[in-house]
């Protein structure tokens, strides 16, 4: 099993639409970042958390320590947040950054 | 500000060589870490410097290595390239001390191919 589980591993939606993606760990964190990858593989960094909420335009992170998850929220979803979404957590001891697989979000106009 | 800068961007080449990728950080930030991205494995940590020093590893063999230079531009090795090395190599530098702990910023990448 996996320490880092993303759900779902692909996602369609139409424009609009409220989006939400998982992720789960198994290792204890003391941080969780989400990243967003658009192709050509340029990655930004998209929150940084480890706890309670954040939010930034349209998208929203949460992180509940307690249960080891994470999800990010997309609100009024928009072409141009196709991308794939990515999910990695730090260790407690701060010295490896572990990812999850991605979650390959497209939005139809 | 200019952002992290791979070099080069593509790069092919042959079993059993080694290739030196580069990377050069956004002015200020001395933290540089390096990751893999493989369709299979995924994004993988591969190693992170702080002022010089070698901070962090991940679970690569030693034919990977790397160092960072006084100006905190990075290099990274590979030695003995195998099939597998086949990747998206992934720089990012981040600022104050550095690692996980901050907002990374990452360059474009060298897509490196081994034929």
């Known amino acids: 099993k996996n320490e880092v589980e993303q759900s779902p591993q692909n996602l369609t939606a139409q424009e609009g639409e409220f989006i939400t993606i998982n992720c789960s760990y198994s290792?204890?964190?003391?941080?969780l970042h989400w990243l967003q990858q658009h192709p050509g593989g340029g990655i930004v960094s998209l929150f940084m958390l480890s706890s309670g909420k954040k939010k930034h335009g349209r998208l929203i992170a949460t992180i509940n320590i307690q249960e080891k998850h994470s999800s990010l929220h997309i609100t009024a979803s928009h072409p141009r947040d196709s991308a794939v979404y990515i999910c990695a957590v730090h260790n407690n001891a701060g010295n490896m950054l572990t990812f999850g697989g991605g979650t390959r979000l497209m939005v139809k106009p | 500000k200019a952002g992290v800068t791979q070099t080069p961007r593509y790069l092919i080449k042959t079993r059993g060589q080694q290739v030196t990728l580069s990377c050069s950080p956004i002015s200020g930030h001395r933290s540089v870490s390096w990751y893999q991205q493989t369709p299979g494995q995924g994004l993988q940590f591969l190693f992170e410097?702080?002022?010089?020093?070698?901070?962090n590893k991940g679970n690569f063999p030693g034919r990977f290595s790397g160092r960072q230079f006084s100006n905190s531009r990075s290099e990274m090795n590979v030695s003995t390239l195998e099939l597998g090395d086949s990747a998206l190599y992934l720089c990012?530098?981040?600022?104050?001390?550095?690692?996980?702990?901050?907002?990374?910023?990452f360059g474009p990448g060298t897509r490196l191919t081994v034929l």
């Open positions: 410097y702080f002022s010089e020093t070698q901070r």
């Open positions: 990012a530098s981040s600022p104050g001390t550095g690692g996980f702990y901050n907002e990374q910023f």
């Open positions: 290792v204890g964190i003391s941080a």
